[in-house]
């Protein structure tokens, strides 16, 4: 066997391991980056298939949405969620609903968009997470704008974080019983209290305004 040459990035997780003469392979750990297949000498790595999930679709109201179901115990989902992704319509408006926190699923949603929109609540626990996401948005130097969810509770922390990072707070929920009945019931905000209509549609304004697209 020879030496493999040194890989230009590094294997993302250790899904190949030699112990002696064995090798051993894990092929729920592999990202499907194909650096082992570039450096093998031997060229003895071949791609395979493996199922990850299954994609669904459907639509309403001239809306279509997809979602991908990951595979009940597979640890992989940024290959399903590339999938999803190629869905989207370049001339459409397309809205990502990503995991909370900073892991690869996350990255995964959030790159090569024209806008993130966070959303936190004002705790400890919300300004924690929040300060983690925005070093990842700004990696990825994507603009973002903040929504404070049950905005009345809490303590003012997440208001100061985001005035001092210049982050705007695009949106302040408070803590509304019927809000928490209609999303326990699967309903919308704007069928419940149509007042709230208004308000998503200048959000949606004021995201077009500072997006990557309108700004490159
Ligand atoms: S494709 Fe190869 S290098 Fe990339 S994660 Fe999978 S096993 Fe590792």
Known sequence: MQPMRKMRGNMPVKAIVVIGETVLSFPEMCHSCGGCMEVCPEKAITETGRELGVIERGSKNGLEFVHGKLRVGEAMSPPLIRKVREYARPEALTIIDAPPGTSCPVITSMKGTDFVLLVTEPTPFGLHDLKLAVGAVNILNIP?????????????????YAEKENLPILMEIPFDRKIAEAYSRGEMIVDVMPEWKEKFLELHHQIEEMSFHKNH
């Open 144 to 160: 973002c704008g903040l929504i404070i969810n049950r905005s009345d509770m809490g303590d003012d922390k997440v208001n100061i």
